[in-house]
């Protein structure tokens, strides 16, 4: 049974940083390629980046380009998303999942309960 575990989120100032954590078991955590998506109000859950495997191989969408930053720790589960420079719209609510390696999309329609970003201009 996969469980994923999202932390980190808060309420920063346009400009400021975080880093969010996420916890995950159920897979083989260091065989699977892992990514961070969010979901803003109103809206449907976006992909933000992925980590292949091996932490060798990453992907953005354009809009955090630069900006963010996807690792992970295979010793300990967990993969992280360093952001900085945040701006309101990354307000969302951002959760992990683990991924297929060849296109990035969830491996399984099953999610944490996520963790809130909220970027006040």
């Known amino acids: 049974q996969v469980q994923l575990v999202e932390s980190g989120g808060g309420l920063v100032q346009a400009g400021g940083s975080l880093r969010l954590s996420c916890a995950a078991s159920g897979r083989t955590f260091s065989r699977n390629a892992m990514g961070w998506f969010r979901q803003a109000p109103g809206k449907e859950r976006e992909f933000v980046a992925a980590i292949s495997w091996s932490g060798g191989s990453t992907s953005y969408t354009d809009s955090v380009k630069g900006r963010f930053t996807i690792s992970r720790d295979n010793a300990n589960n967990t993969v992280y998303l360093q952001m900085n420079s945040l701006k309101p719209e990354d307000t969302a609510l951002y959760y992990c999942?683990?991924?297929?390696?060849?296109?990035?999309?969830?491996?399984?329609?099953?999610w944490g309960q996520g963790t809130q970003v909220t970027v006040s201009s």
């Open positions: 999942n683990f991924v297929y390696h060849s296109n990035y999309r969830p491996v399984k329609d099953s």
